[in-house]
């Protein structure tokens, strides 16, 4: 039997639908994660990148941190996070957070920036104040690129969240680590099978959340 | 600093590695993306459908990504080529958007001037497209180059030795100096080569320099 279908019958079997290492529960785990860096994220990232957008402040500033990230070796962040704050559920949580920060930062400026300067000035000119601006013209025509920024930070946590299991984050990447460890490659291809499906859904999802919300023209 | 300079030798053999691992797949990436990018600008048909393949494309992690191909190619798990032509691929997704984004900023007065003073197909692509392309094609180079040097790291976790290994060895001996150096190092061959593709820019797009004294 060759490698692939090997995968398959792995992949299909029963037994690997139930309990802590079955895949519903692995999903639910890698879910899980990402939701909740991507929210403490968002909490962080959002008001940051709205402020930029409307105020035109620190805007290099933003560009610069986005690019630094860029170049940050996720697999080096994960590690020193464990060795500075030891194993567990916080060192990848920070690590996770710092790299979805960028690309919600991007959306919300690049969101607020790319609303027609006419359209806050006309805003402004029919006597709203500052926030009503915000909120009733700029953040409405700016959610679909906001949106975006959410689609690309969840991706990045998802694919991350696979090689935090390096440093014993649970999850589906817990199938490549663990099956890389015995060199076990049908339960490799399987989870990494698994993942891959699951980005591409969570992809296509955020596509038609993108679409619905994008202004009629 | 002593631990750096004690392994001095060896952080050099993983740095070279590494700067192969990261430079082939972004040149290879260069040289698919460019017709592909060129076509996705061209065709009337299907030009934004390769677009939308290659924004999926890119949206498949990496860690799965590398070892799902060596059991669709049938090379070994541990074969550095994986690492290549995962990061390869990769490097298409993203280049393939910026080469329709930089030969979508070529004027068409010029290509069509240059079509008017008797330039056939390959001659205008060659001659006037692509060196007035070159900025942007440049711009897509440098960005792809920054996350290739830092997605290679992932390398050593299928046994694919580079800078990466810093990160597991440290992590393996709980010796923090060691991902530290791995990190800074890594970060500093991404800008050397940011560097090299600036200079690059400048030898063959002398015209740039020319324009930006004046």
């Known amino acids: 039997m060759n490698i692939a279908s090997e995968a398959a019958s792995w992949l299909t079997d029963g037994a690997h639908w139930h309990g802590e290492d079955g895949f519903p529960h692995r999903i639910v785990q890698h879910l899980g994660y990402t939701a909740l860096t991507v929210a403490i994220a968002a909490v962080i990232a959002v008001p940051l990148g709205l402020w930029i957008g409307h105020t035109g402040r620190l805007r290099g500033l933003a560009i610069a941190a986005t690019g630094a990230l860029r170049a940050l070796p996720t697999l080096g962040l994960l590690t020193l996070m464990v060795l500075w704050r030891g194993i ?21 400026y690049a969101g607020l920036e790319a609303v027609d300067r006419q359209t806050v000035d006309a805003a402004r000119a029919i006597g709203m104040t500052e926030w009503q601006v915000l909120g009733k013209v700029e953040i409405p025509i700016a959610l679909p690129l906001i949106i975006g920024g959410f689609r690309s930070a969840v991706l990045q946590v998802v694919a991350t969240a696979t090689i935090a299991a390096y440093i014993g984050l ?27 499906v699951l980005a591409l859904a969570l992809d296509a999802v955020f596509a038609v959340v993108q679409r619905s919300l994008a202004t009629p023209r | 600093m002593t631990w750096f300079l004690d392994n001095l030798s060896h952080i050099r053999g993983l740095a070279w590695r590494h700067l192969w691992l990261s430079v082939l797949p972004v040149v290879l990436g260069f040289v698919i993306a460019l017709p592909i990018g060129y076509a996705a600008r061209h065709l009337r048909r299907g030009g934004g459908s390769l677009l939308s393949v290659a ?37 298409v997704a993203v280049m393939v958007r910026s080469a329709a984004d930089a030969f979508g900023s070529v004027s068409e007065a010029v290509v069509d001037a240059a079509r008017a003073s008797g330039y056939s197909a390959w001659q205008r692509a060659l001659q006037v497209e692509l060196p007035l392309a070159g ?23 299928v046994g694919v030795a580079n800078l990466g290994s810093l990160f597991t060895d440290g992590f393996q001996r709980y010796f923090m100096t060691e991902v530290v150096i791995g990190i800074l190092c890594v970060v500093v061959l991404a800008l050397v080569l940011d560097l090299v593709w600036v200079l690059l820019g400048r030898v063959t797009m002398p015209w740039l320099q020319a324009r930006s004294m004046r």
């Not at chain 2, 860690?63 to 994986?82: A, C, E, R």
């Not at chain 2, 942007?136 to 790291?153: C, D, F, H, K």
């Open chain 1, 88 to 108: 567990g559920l916080t060192s990848p949580t920070i690590a996770l957070v710092v790299l979805a920060i960028p690309p919600l930062l991007a959306g919300a």
């Open chain 1, 170 to 196: 649970g999850g589906l990447g817990r199938y490549i680590i663990d099956g890389l460890a015995v060199r076990d490659y049908p339960q490799i291809l399987a989870g990494a099978t698994v993942i891959v």
């Open chain 2, 55 to 91: 924004s999926v494309v890119y949206t498949i992690p990496s860690l799965p990504l590398l070892v799902i191909i060596p059991g669709v190619l049938g090379t070994s798990f541990l074969d550095p080529s994986n690492v290549v032509i995962v990061l390869t691929i990769y490097a």
């Open chain 2, 135 to 157: 900025p942007v094609l440049l711009a897509g180079v440098r960005v792809v180059s920054v996350s290739t040097v830092s997605l290679v790291t992932i390398a050593p976790l």
